[in-house]
């Protein structure tokens, strides 16, 4: 046990299970089951979180009825046929020392009509907050019907081998519905009194206590919503908990945040504080005298983690993005090497972002996640025969294919042409709240020196620079930049931007790179609706600059929506000042004033200002490429030098190229490179 993490890597007994250390693994959904069953993919990606040190495993969410189903990669309960699957699942991740838990839900009125194709099912018919659609007033005979899914689903999961359920009364759903005033307006012994209200998760825990026996954890889960009129106030979800802990039916209960009245506290970003569910923490643990209670929402590092354990506000802490981020999260702070931790940014681009467009999961600086199965977990051996690698370029890519490339034995030399490791990526670690880029790069330099990288900064390499190198093998990438002649997608027929000679017309780039001399009136174009422009403007606006973000767009933070972090951004530039135009585009530069004209009415508005930014799609940094294959010298192009795109896909490409390095020629690995993609 380290001596940084005394309490985190304390053992506790729950429900006669020992749990080796205080971290767990919280449920979320990871959508990557095949036909409902979990398979090689799904037992890999849990499998390494206990190989990684988790104590505990809540495996995520499953629906325990047809009006349940939320997603396309949701379990299925509906018979014993199931439990096989789910055996191999237990079986695999036990092995590896975790307790093992799933979890139960039942979402309500906000259901997924698109996947369940069964009316939702709620209290007393409200409307869905998940889509357009009402719900349906359960009969009582339904309410029984669902008592006994949630009950037989218990003990489909007991003979499968799991150590116990978690029962999800969270975020809104079914059993928070019953619980709440707003959602449940019944007048039989379902609704009305607090006694009426809490009898339907009475019923469902009792039931599957007296069924599975004292030695099956029965967890539970809540949220907090504390700005939200009609959701429970803290007072009374501490009351609830009470009385269900004072009859002993539950073994432990875990506080997140959010909900779908509060979405974007649901799953933070970093536009959020961290350590959001440990108000209603501290005040459950206060009341019961059973249960265990676990902390959750945004609770990333093993720091952060002894922090709310030493504090006393919760005997368990739930880092799930921190470990999908890095599964090994626990067993390196567990060692005492808290740096060798790859943390999570809290940018929800991969995980939620993937999962609200119904994909299985990844992740933006781990692209392991979802792949376990496939590239051996996060983990990597050591080569026989170690060859020299030349990586040109210090971005997400040329960083990622150094480290791993490194990790695996090879020698490697990192050539940078700036005098700082990052490329734009480091930019967008300047803008406000988003400084865990920054950690990100930190680390990586951190890695170089403990794996002999040699780094190499102020190298603009050219073909004979790279020929007199040498390298066994050259990875190359070079990143992309912004484009010079103001093309707007939104207006295709114009290949340059009116007006732009009359200058002080910048990229988003140069602004954040402090290469612009930016005047006090800015009007900003975002076409990219993410954090490039957005976040670019936001930190205008806090330099005290009146800033004018225009987008052709419906809304100002479009791409934003899929990480739940939009509605926060727009709130903050609004505080801040900074005017929205919509469904616009620029239509001239004045030299002193943006001419903008409006996709729905073709109408013109001139706006004085001293600069124009622009955040649009970049261009192909790769001259190297094309001479160095004018040369003859073989290499592999990997992230923005081949096409601009997000960050994730940088990192991914860079791991592919750093695992194909092997003792074979720069032309195989090239080949093999292809074959791959």
Same mark, same amino acid.
């Given at each position: 046990?380290?001596?940084?993490?005394?309490?985190?890597?304390?053992?506790?007994?729950?429900?006669?299970?020992?749990?080796?250390?205080?971290?767990?693994?919280?449920?979320?959904?990871?959508?990557?089951?095949?036909?409902?069953?979990? %398979?090689?993919?799904?037992?890999?990606?849990? @499998?390494?979180?206990?190989?990684?040190?988790?104590?505990?495993?809540?495996?995520?969410?499953? &629906?325990?009825?047809?009006?349940?189903?939320?997603?396309?990669?949701?379990?299925?309960?509906?018979?014993?046929? !199931?439990?096989?699957?789910?055996?191999?699942?237990?079986?695999?991740?036990?092995?590896?020392?975790? /307790?093992?838990?799933?979890?139960?839900?039942?979402?309500?009125?906000?259901?997924?009509?698109?996947?369940?194709?069964?009316?939702?099912?709620?209290?007393?018919?409200?409307?869905?907050?998940?889509?357009?659609?009402?719900?349906?007033?359960?009969?009582?005979?339904?309410?029984?019907?669902?008592?006994?899914?949630?009950?037989?689903?218990?003990?489909?999961?007991?003979?499968?081998?799991?150590?116990?359920?978690?029962?999800?009364?969270?975020?809104?759903?079914?059993?928070?519905?019953?619980?709440?005033?707003?959602?449940?307006?019944?007048?039989?012994?379902?609704?009305?009194?607090?006694?009426?209200?809490?009898?339907?998760?009475?019923?469902?825990?009792?039931?599957?206590?007296?069924?599975?026996?004292?030695?099956?954890? !029965?967890?539970?889960?809540?949220?907090?919503?504390?700005?939200?009129?009609?959701?429970?106030?803290?007072?009374?979800?501490?009351?609830?908990?009470?009385?269900?802990?004072?009859?002993?039916?539950?073994?432990?209960?875990?506080?997140?945040?959010?909900?779908?009245?509060?979405? %974007?506290?649901?799953?933070?970003?970093?536009?959020? &504080?961290?350590?959001?569910?440990?108000?209603?923490?501290?005040?459950?643990?206060?009341? @019961?005298?059973?249960?265990?209670?676990?902390?959750?929402?945004?609770?990333?590092?093993?720091?952060?983690?002894?922090?709310?354990?030493?504090?006393?506000?919760?005997?368990?802490?739930?880092? @799930?993005?921190?470990?999908?981020?890095? &599964?090994?999260?626990?067993?390196?702070?567990?060692?005492?090497?808290?740096?060798?931790?790859?943390?999570?940014?809290?940018?929800?681009?991969?995980?939620?972002?993937?999962?609200?467009?119904?994909?299985?999961?990844?992740?933006?600086?781990? &692209?392991?996640? %979802?792949?376990?199965?496939?590239?051996?977990?996060?983990?990597?051996?050591?080569?026989?025969?170690?060859?020299?690698?030349?990586?040109?370029?210090?971005?997400?890519? %040329?960083?990622?294919?150094?480290?791993?490339?490194?990790?695996?034995?090879?020698?490697?030399?990192?050539?940078?042409?700036?005098?700082?490791?990052?490329?734009?990526?480091?930019?967008?670690?300047?803008?406000?709240?988003?400084?865990?880029?920054?950690?990100?790069?930190?680390?990586?330099?951190?890695?170089?020196?403990?794996?002999?990288?040699? /780094?190499?900064?102020?190298?603009?390499?050219?073909?004979?620079?790279?020929?007199?190198?040498?390298?066994?093998?050259?990875?190359?990438?070079?990143?992309?930049?912004?484009?010079?002649?103001?093309?707007?997608?939104?207006?295709?027929?114009?290949?340059?931007?009116?007006?732009?000679?009359?200058?002080?017309?910048?990229?988003?780039?140069?602004?954040?790179?402090?290469?612009?001399?930016?005047?006090?009136? !800015?009007?900003?174009?975002?076409?990219?609706?993410?954090?490039?422009?957005?976040?670019?403007?936001?930190?205008?606006?806090?330099?005290?600059?009146?800033?004018?973000?225009?987008?052709?767009?419906?809304?100002?933070?479009?791409?934003?929506?899929?990480?739940?972090?939009?509605?926060?951004?727009?709130?903050?530039?609004?505080?801040?000042?900074?005017?929205?135009?919509?469904?616009?585009?620029?239509?001239?530069?004045?030299?002193?004033?943006?001419?903008?004209?409006?996709?729905?009415?073709?109408?013109?508005?001139?706006?004085?200002?001293?600069?124009?930014?622009?955040?649009?799609?970049?261009?192909?940094?790769?001259?190297?490429?094309?001479?160095?294959?004018?040369?003859?010298?073989?290499?592999?192009?990997?992230?923005?030098?081949?096409?601009?795109?997000?960050?994730?896909?940088?990192?991914?490409?860079?791991?592919?190229?750093?695992?194909?390095?092997?003792?074979?020629?720069?032309?195989?690995?090239?080949?093999?490179?292809?074959?791959?993609?």
């Amino acid at each position: 046990m380290t001596n940084a993490f005394p309490r985190t890597f304390s053992e506790i007994s729950l429900a006669g299970h020992r749990l080796r250390n205080r971290i767990v693994f919280g449920a979320h959904t990871a959508n990557m089951s095949v036909d409902g069953l979990p %398979g090689d993919q799904t037992i890999a990606y849990y @499998v390494e979180r206990a190989i990684g040190g988790a104590a505990m495993i809540v495996v995520e969410p499953m &629906p325990i009825h047809p009006a349940a189903v939320l997603t396309r990669g949701n379990f299925r309960t509906c018979d014993d046929s !199931v439990i096989p699957a789910f055996r191999k699942l237990t079986e695999s991740v036990k092995q590896h020392g975790a /307790v093992i838990v799933q979890q139960l839900y039942h979402v309500g009125s906000h259901g997924d009509s698109d996947l369940s194709f069964h009316a939702h099912w709620s209290p007393s018919g409200g409307p869905s907050y998940h889509d357009s659609d009402g719900s349906h007033a359960m009969t009582e005979a339904q309410v029984e019907e669902t008592i006994d899914a949630f009950v037989k689903a218990a003990q489909r999961c007991q003979a499968a081998g799991f150590d116990g359920v978690e029962v999800w009364a969270a975020y809104g759903g079914l059993v928070d519905q019953f619980w709440t005033p707003f959602h449940n307006k019944r007048e039989d012994k379902w609704g009305g009194s607090l006694e009426n209200r809490t009898r339907f998760s009475r019923e469902i825990l009792s039931r599957i206590r007296r069924l599975c026996g004292p030695d099956f954890i !029965v967890g539970l889960t809540v949220s907090d919503e504390p700005g939200c009129p009609t959701a429970l106030t803290r007072d009374e979800i501490t009351e609830i908990v009470a009385g269900l802990d004072a009859d002993g039916l539950i073994d432990y209960v875990t506080c997140g945040s959010g909900g779908y009245f509060d979405f %974007g506290s649901l799953m933070p970003t970093f536009l959020y &504080p961290e350590r959001l569910g440990i108000e209603l923490s501290a005040r459950l643990k206060k009341v @019961v005298t059973h249960a265990l209670v676990t902390a959750e929402s945004h609770i990333r590092t093993p720091e952060n983690a002894e922090i709310t354990l030493g504090e006393g506000v919760a005997d368990l802490v739930s880092i @799930v993005r921190g470990q999908i981020a890095d &599964p090994h999260l626990a067993n390196k702070a567990r060692r005492g090497a808290p740096e060798d931790i790859r943390g999570c940014l809290s940018c929800n681009q991969m995980c939620w972002g993937r999962r609200s467009r119904d994909y299985w999961i990844s992740c933006l600086i781990n &692209p392991s996640v %979802g792949r376990e199965a496939e590239w051996g977990g996060d983990r990597f051996e050591p080569v026989a025969d170690p060859q020299s690698v030349l990586v040109v370029g210090g971005g997400p890519a %040329g960083l990622e294919a150094a480290r791993v490339a490194a990790e695996r034995g090879h020698r490697v030399i990192l050539a940078e042409a700036s005098d700082r490791l990052g490329g734009a990526f480091r930019l967008a670690g300047e803008q406000p709240r988003r400084a865990q880029i920054l950690d990100l790069i930190g680390w990586y330099e951190t890695r170089f020196a403990k794996l002999g990288v040699e /780094v190499r900064l102020n190298s603009y390499l050219e073909g004979s620079d790279v020929a007199g190198i040498g390298a066994d093998v050259v990875i190359l990438a070079t990143g992309s930049l912004p484009q010079e002649n103001g093309f707007q997608k939104a207006t295709p027929h114009r290949a340059e931007l009116d007006g732009l000679a009359r200058g002080n017309v910048f990229s988003a780039e140069s602004v954040m790179a402090r290469q612009a001399r930016v005047g006090n009136r !800015v009007v900003l174009l975002d076409e990219t609706g993410g954090w490039k422009g957005c976040g670019t403007a936001w930190k205008l606006a806090e330099q005290g600059h009146q800033v004018v973000l225009v987008t052709p767009d419906p809304l100002v933070g479009k791409e934003l929506q899929r990480t739940s972090a939009d509605a926060a951004l727009r709130r903050s530039l609004s505080r801040l000042g900074v005017q929205f135009r919509t469904e616009t585009s620029i239509d001239s530069w004045q030299g002193n004033a943006a001419v903008l004209v409006s996709h729905l009415t073709g109408a013109t508005e001139t706006i004085p200002a001293d600069s124009l930014v622009f955040a649009t799609t970049n261009s192909a940094a790769n001259w190297l490429a094309l001479e160095l294959a004018d040369l003859g010298i073989a290499f592999q192009e990997i992230g923005d030098g081949v096409a601009p795109r997000q960050a994730p896909y940088a990192f991914y490409e860079g791991r592919k190229a750093g695992m194909a390095v092997t003792a074979k020629s720069a032309g195989q690995v090239a080949e093999l490179q292809a074959k791959a993609s």
